[in-house]
């Protein structure tokens, strides 16, 4: 649920799920916290995926744990699964990570990536099986994975700081992309746990490296200027997290609503 990817499976289907993530926000508190956060991702309306995450705060660690299966059509023509993963401690408002995990299989095909932080850099990175480069990859250099952020705690927001505008440096495991928010007011949300006004970002996407050059899909979301995300207050919490995505698509919208958010 956590792969941004920018080639191999198609770029949006894993920024829906990255995004989706980001709900499992909870509480930072010193006690141990649970938290339960349920997605619906639809396409032109139609159900495609659900999701369902869980968060744990125990001190200042934090875990961040999910799923995703995909459904209706989606499910038929080619069945997708998906877990991922994330670890890390919690200091001066926000989520460090330290691991961050995604194994995920499509019709016959898997992928397992993993990573290691310190101090917002990357220790090490892997993918297996390996993916085979072509001569126009924008390989990832070192200086890329400097200062960077996992595509779950990057958008998991303190109160106190500005939700967006706001500049996102993603690694994903083998893409390196900035996510650039602006800011395009607030709106009314509902679902089961949470009921009240959300910030509203729209979302710019740049890649950086670790993409195949002129990829069609890469080209199309560079240049989209309507992609939104919706940040809610977690109950109790600290933190702002995404409760709603749209990005459009060549077949329509693509959607990841919170069924639920807290609770």
């Known amino acids: 649920m956590g792969v941004v990817k920018m080639n191999g499976r198609v770029w949006v289907a894993g920024a829906v799920m990255s995004l989706?993530?980001?709900?499992?926000?909870?509480?930072?508190?010193?006690?141990?916290i649970?938290?339960?956060?349920?997605?619906?991702?639809?396409?032109?309306?139609?159900?495609?995926?659900?999701?369902?995450?869980?968060?744990?705060?125990?001190?200042?660690?934090?875990?961040?744990?999910?799923?995703?299966?995909?459904?209706?059509?989606?499910?038929?023509?080619?069945?997708?699964?998906g877990t991922t993963s994330v670890s890390g401690t919690v200091s001066r408002g926000r989520l460090h990570a330290t691991n961050y995990s995604v194994n995920y299989k499509s019709g016959k095909r898997s992928r397992a990536i993993d990573v290691t932080f310190h101090n917002g850099n990357v220790i090490t990175a892997s993918m297996t099986p390996p993916r085979r480069k072509p001569k126009n990859w924008v390989p990832v250099s070192t200086a890329d994975m400097r200062a960077v952020l996992d595509p779950i705690?990057?958008?998991?927001?303190?109160?106190?700081?500005?939700?967006?505008?706001?500049?996102?440096?993603?690694?994903?495991?083998?893409?390196?992309?900035?996510?650039?928010?602006?800011?395009?007011?607030?709106?009314?949300?509902?679902?089961?746990?949470?009921?009240?006004?959300?910030?509203?970002?729209?979302?710019?996407?740049?890649?950086?490296?670790?993409?195949?050059?002129g990829r069609d899909d890469v080209e199309y979301l560079r240049k989209l200027k309507t992609m939104e995300i919706w940040f809610a207050k977690a109950e109790g919490a600290k933190v702002y997290a995404p409760v709603y995505v749209q990005i459009p698509t060549k077949l329509g919208p693509v959607t990841v609503s919170a069924t639920r958010f807290g609770g």
């Open 20 to 32: 989706a993530l980001m709900g499992g926000a909870t509480p930072l508190s010193s006690a141990e």
């Open 34 to 81: 649970e938290h339960r956060t349920d997605y619906s991702i639809r396409l032109s309306g139609l159900p495609v995926a659900t999701a369902t995450f869980r968060s744990a705060f125990n001190g200042n660690r934090y875990t961040i744990s999910g799923s995703l299966q995909s459904a209706g059509l989606a499910d038929i023509f080619s069945s997708t699964k």
């Open 153 to 213: 705690s990057g958008l998991i927001i303190p109160e106190g700081s500005r939700v967006c505008p706001k500049t996102l440096p993603i690694f994903d495991g083998e893409s390196r992309l900035d996510l650039k928010l602006s800011s395009k007011g607030t709106k009314p949300y509902s679902t089961k746990g949470f009921e009240g006004e959300v910030v509203v970002c729209g979302i710019r996407f740049v890649p950086k490296s670790g993409y195949r050059k």
